[in-house]
């Protein structure tokens, strides 16, 4: 990989991301058909390649090690051992720490095989493209990687390309992840109401909180400023996220999806203003705890301990994540008010949104590329890499996916971060996520739009300062702002915030985005 010629892209990531963000086992037996050295030769199901030597691929992952994650991971290696003669080790980029190491992984140098990459990760798939980091793998599908190929549709393939070329293997999984608030429905049938449809309706909901219960109706920390700010967002006309500033920050908006090349930041808008002025009075209400901008625990951690009575996150999550909220507060039933939804600006989620690639400095791309197939059209791979085990981390009952009897987290829970991997055709629906799933997503699909700037690489080099200059002043007034805890009027507050984005250079930023969006077309 051209590590130095993409150092300073990089770095420029680095410094706009994070601000309000916050091991194996080589199996060495089953080997299929040796030849004179041991190991297995190049076959029919191999593509031609030769395989004769064993392939130590290095396998990056978002998120921690699960406590069984090597005893899976040697599961697969014996496969893969006899099917490919390859093993793979996973390394991982721990939650905290994706801001900065993961834009390192590419920019370091360091040799290492494939990884996780979405036009939303810290720095941008498209980016990675453009610079050289990864592997083209156009031409290398047909040779050694057919059965892919077939199996993920032409307008999937399209969504991943730059310049005409594919540099990664998008997702086969069906999801969407609009920001939204889950809350209890237990509460609600409480208060004589059905449904949070509005923000007038959420208000009604916060405010019996408030009158009726011992905890906030929130009750995060700092990083909801960023759920505040995309609320706004999402309940305002037709507007729609635009690159340029990191999205995990006040970040930039365009009109709509047709006018999709006019950029401009809400804070000169008097929407935002008006908005500013309802965080403080949310605040002063008692919405979230005074202490929110110093707090350490999280929405989620304080719904599942009575501590409130809901939290902000993305629909995925909140359908994921509803097994243990109701284990944890059993008669709370939690539902979800989607930001975007009375506006019809749910977004299509790509297949790129989560992509598989291969590193420029993989030493066996094309091994990479059929571990790559094995895990995302075998169901027996799918299963290790989703589920683990059959029978120590999971089984199946009534096509229903379940923990094994006297299943314990603390010694038997493992399992890897790999959404990019998934495929709707092997996936068994949990006993831990919503039932509601399945009906929502069609519902979706009907009214999705697209995203208009799919396909593009914003290119920050040129300003950089500004970027960062504007990153903390987000990280600073934008914060304050969206939670209400400004120490002046959220008027005057509104006016020093513009004054400190013009000077930090918003209006540079902005041009450029405008600037490289001129010939751009979606690939939708």
Request: aromatic share 10%.
């Amino acid at each position: 990989m051209k590590g130095k010629k993409i150092l300073s892209s990089l770095m420029a990531v680095l410094m706009l991301t994070g601000l309000l963000t916050a091991c194996s086992s080589n199996g060495n037996d089953s080997i299929n058909s040796p030849n004179a050295s041991g190991a297995p030769a190049a076959t029919a199901n191999t593509g031609g390649v030769d395989t004769s030597k064993e392939a130590e691929l290095v396998y990056y992952l978002w998120g921690s090690e699960g406590v069984q994650n090597k005893a899976i991971l040697a599961e697969i290696n014996k496969k893969l051992k006899a099917d490919l003669n390859a093993t793979i080790e996973v390394r991982y980029i721990d939650w905290p720490d994706i801001a900065t190491k993961y834009p390192l992984l590419f920019a370091s140098g360091e040799q290492f095989d494939m990884s996780h990459a979405s036009p939303g990760a810290p720095v941008s798939y498209f980016t990675l493209a453009s610079e050289g980091a990864l592997v083209d793998i156009t031409d290398m599908l047909d040779k050694v990687a057919p059965k892919l190929k077939a199996e993920i549709p032409e307008n999937a393939w399209q969504n991943t390309k730059y310049k005409g070329k594919i540099y990664g293997v998008p997702s086969l999984y069906s999801e969407y992840t609009p920001t939204g608030y889950t809350y209890r429905s237990d509460l609600l049938k409480k208060y004589g109401m059905e449904k949070i449809n509005s923000i007038d309706d959420m208000v009604k909901y916060m405010d019996n909180v408030v009158a009726n219960e011992s905890f906030p109706p929130l009750n995060g920390k700092a990083e909801d400023a960023a759920n505040m700010f995309r609320m706004l967002v999402d309940t305002t006309g037709m507007w729609l996220n635009a690159p340029g500033i990191s999205l995990n920050e006040l970040n930039l908006v365009t009109k709509s999806p047709v006018d999709y090349k006019t950029v401009f930041h809400p804070a000169f808008t008097q929407e935002f203003e008006d908005w500013a002025v309802k965080m403080r009075e949310w605040a002063d209400k008692g919405y979230w705890e005074k202490d929110i901008l110093s707090s350490n625990l999280g929405g989620k951690d304080n719904f599942r301990a009575a501590n409130s009575a809901g939290y902000m996150t993305h629909a995925q999550d909140w359908i994921g994540s509803y097994g243990a909220d109701i284990k944890a507060q059993p008669e709370s039933d939690p539902y979800f008010f989607t930001f975007a939804e009375a506006n019809k600006k749910i977004k299509r989620k790509m297949g790129v949104d989560n992509s598989t690639v291969i590193s420029t400095n993989s030493a066996n791309p094309e091994r990479a590329l059929m571990v790559i197939e094995k895990f995302m059209t075998d169901e027996s791979y799918y299963n290790l890499i989703q589920y683990g085990i059959e029978g120590k981390q999971y089984v199946i009952e009534d096509g229903v996916k379940k923990t094994p009897e006297g299943y314990n987290e603390k010694t038997d829970g493992g399992g890897f971060a790999a959404w990019s991997l998934r495929n709707d055709k092997f996936v068994v629906p949990s006993d831990t996520e919503n039932p509601v799933r399945n009906s929502l997503f069609a519902e979706w699909d009907k009214v999705a739009i697209d995203d208009p700037y799919n396909g593009f690489s914003f290119d920050p080099s040129d300003v950089t300062t500004e970027i960062a200059s504007i990153s903390n002043v987000n990280s600073q007034l934008g914060v304050q702002l969206m939670l209400g805890k400004t120490s002046k009027s959220p008027k005057e507050a509104v006016a020093e915030y513009r004054d400190q984005l013009k000077k930090a250079g918003v209006d540079k930023v902005i041009a450029e985005v405008e600037k490289q969006l001129t010939e751009f077309v979606p690939v939708n």
